[in-house]
């Protein structure tokens, strides 16, 4: 059974879990429902609105090991393939993960300490949308051998008038992989933006 985390928890997954080598993080959002003025009155309604997933592979000083170690919709594949996107969904509607990064945490080069998923909203300044639009936001990781969901972390706040989040971070401690739940907002309109931010 997953563990639920909460703001700030960590929680150690290759000591908990021998053998663990290959993760799925899986993230998932859907739209609010919004309240529109019209010819006819007010209505309820739900707009699509494009989230992207993304990791940045940092180093011990919280820094981007290169420009090449931002994984996202632009940039499937890590250099050294060990962290791979699954690709863009444009809505986030349906149930599951609306994208997934892979990581097989045995090709992770030495210098990368940090993976840290974030999300943001394509083109949210023209758009006029923020991540109060989003509702049932979670990040999970999977082990990908056999399908087991190892953790889960909702977010809850109200991330109005934020068009990015840092949502959670695997990280290397001791010669072991761990989790933690972040859930940080930011007003970054776009994931070069965010990822400038760690050069």
Known sequence: MAISLSKGQKIDLTKTNPGLTHIVIGLGWD????TKKGLFGIKKQKVDIDCDASVLMLNENDKLVLRTHLVCFYNKTSPCGSVQHSGDNLTGEGDGDDEQIFVDLSKIPANVHKILAVV???????RKQDFGMIQHAYIRCVNRSNGQELVRFNLTENYSGKTALVVGELYREAGEWKFKAIGEGSHAAHIDHLAAQYI
């Open 31 to 34: 739209p609010a429902e919004v």
């Open 120 to 126: 943001n909203i394509y083109e949210c300044v023209n």
